[in-house]
């Protein structure tokens, strides 16, 4: 999948080179990131317990969400340099080198992976597996309640991120070059989060440390607060609190479903998972549009946050609350 996205990538400034760049290339560019980020994530997280011993998959996991963070700290930075100097279709021949390294370091990786099991004649079929996948989901009450908690976390999300940018740009005056600070003291607190992350669920506990993460969302309140000149440090004090809590929460729930998952069923399991949780994606992104019309930006903002907060009575009023630490790794 990587190679795949260095081909995309790389096909905006060969096309922009050549004065043949147009809008519907973008689009298909983004298409193909998009399906084969899809594909790659459902792979990683996957793999991981295959990679490293259950017992590690924690510290496995943030391991991930720290070079995560930290790319997310200082990507948007290089990305502006680089759009100064070489503009912007030159810039992301840098995305495809990069992403090239990665597959190379991908390609090192020699630990090899247990072969997939089929039927008892060895014959694979993708419907049985498709609908394993959304059994294992829907009989273990752990894992249908982190899927209803992170897909009613992400719709508020999404309506929040379409409101949040008209905020800035309409009502505070930002501007599209200044809204940068913001979102870059949002990425800081992701690599807080990630650093303290263990710190935190080993001091309240694994249950509490979900849910506390969830309540994060209701810092983006503070939003709301943002006026005059210093609006732009109000919006990243926001962001810098909230996205502290994103690195905490996944962590800790994605480690706990690979923990409680078999490995052989990995697969199905993160695939009918990522359908779930994404599935609200688009659909919070177009109530977005919705309700921003309909009812305002500033209404639309409160109530995407609202949504994406009262995500944590999935958790609160759930099984996943009353865990301390993670479960005993369940037997192959």
Same mark, same amino acid.
């Given at each position: 999948?990587?190679?795949?996205?260095?081909?995309?990538?790389?096909?905006?400034?060969?096309?922009?080179?050549?004065?043949?760049?147009?809008?519907?290339?973008?689009?298909?560019?983004?298409?193909?990131?998009?399906?084969?980020?899809?594909?790659?994530?459902?792979?990683?997280?996957?793999?991981?317990?295959?990679?490293?011993?259950?017992?590690?998959?924690?510290?496995?996991?943030?391991?991930?969400?720290?070079? +995560?963070?930290?790319?997310?700290?200082?990507?948007?930075?290089?990305?502006?340099?680089?759009?100064?100097?070489? /503009?912007?279709?030159?810039?992301?021949?840098?995305?495809? %080198?990069?992403? %090239?390294? +990665?597959?190379?370091?991908?390609?090192?990786?020699?630990?090899?992976?247990?072969?997939?099991?089929?039927?008892?004649?060895?014959?694979?079929?993708?419907?049985?597996?498709?609908?394993?996948?959304?059994?294992?989901?829907?009989?273990?009450?752990? %894992? &249908?309640?982190?899927? /209803?908690?992170? /897909?009613? #976390?992400?719709?508020?999300?999404? =309506?929040?991120?379409?409101?949040?940018?008209?905020?800035?740009?309409?009502?505070?005056?930002?501007?599209?070059?200044?809204?940068?600070?913001?979102?870059?003291? /949002?990425?800081?607190?992701?690599?807080?989060?990630?650093? =303290? #992350?263990?710190?935190?669920?080993? &001091?309240?506990?694994?249950?509490?440390?979900?849910?506390?993460?969830?309540?994060?969302?209701?810092?983006?309140?503070?939003?709301?607060?943002?006026?005059?000149?210093?609006?732009?440090?109000?919006?990243?004090?926001?962001?810098?609190?909230?996205?502290?809590?994103?690195?905490?929460?996944?962590?800790?729930?994605?480690?706990?479903?690979?923990?409680?998952?078999?490995?052989?069923?990995?697969?199905?399991?993160?695939?009918?998972?990522?359908?779930?949780?994404?599935?609200?994606?688009?659909?919070?992104?177009?109530?977005?549009?919705?309700?921003?019309?309909?009812?305002?930006?500033?209404?639309?903002?409160?109530?995407?946050?609202?949504?994406?907060?009262?995500?944590?009575?999935?958790?609160?009023?759930?099984?996943?609350?009353?865990?301390?630490?993670?479960?005993?790794?369940?037997?192959?």
């Amino acid at each position: 999948m990587s190679l795949i996205q260095v081909a995309a990538l790389a096909s905006v400034p060969a096309a922009f080179i050549l004065g043949v760049l147009g809008l519907y290339q973008l689009y298909v560019v983004a298409l193909v990131m998009g399906t084969t980020t899809l594909f790659f994530d459902v792979a990683y997280q996957s793999y991981l317990p295959s990679l490293v011993r259950k017992e590690d998959v924690v510290e496995g996991n943030q391991k991930l969400q720290v070079s +995560a963070s930290g790319a997310q700290v200082i990507g948007p930075s290089i990305a502006s340099l680089l759009m100064g100097l070489l /503009g912007a279709a030159r810039a992301v021949a840098s995305d495809a %080198l990069g992403t %090239l390294t +990665a597959s190379f370091l991908l390609l090192s990786i020699k630990k090899p992976e247990p072969a997939p099991e089929g039927n008892p004649s060895g014959q694979r079929h993708f419907f049985a597996e498709m609908k394993e996948g959304v059994r294992v989901i829907t009989s273990n009450k752990l %894992l &249908w309640t982190q899927a /209803g908690c992170t /897909g009613t #976390s992400n719709l508020g999300s999404n =309506i929040f991120n379409v409101a949040i940018l008209l905020y800035a740009y309409r009502i505070l005056g930002i501007s599209q070059d200044s809204i940068g600070i913001a979102f870059s003291m /949002g990425a800081a607190g992701f690599l807080v989060g990630a650093l =303290i #992350s263990r710190r935190v669920t080993a &001091w309240i506990g694994l249950g509490r440390a979900i849910a506390l993460s969830i309540c994060g969302s209701f810092a983006l309140l503070i939003v709301l607060l943002a006026n005059g000149s210093y609006a732009i440090f109000v919006l990243g004090f926001a962001f810098f609190l909230a996205f502290m809590g994103v690195p905490i929460y996944n962590i800790n729930q994605v480690s706990l479903r690979q923990i409680i998952t078999p490995n052989r069923l990995q697969g199905r399991m993160n695939a009918t998972m990522r359908t779930i949780i994404w599935g609200t994606i688009p659909v919070g992104a177009v109530l977005g549009g919705i309700f921003a019309n309909a009812f305002g930006i500033v209404p639309t903002l409160t109530i995407g946050i609202l949504i994406s907060g009262a995500a944590v009575l999935w958790i609160v009023l759930g099984p996943i609350f009353r865990l301390k630490t993670q479960p005993d790794p369940v037997k192959e």
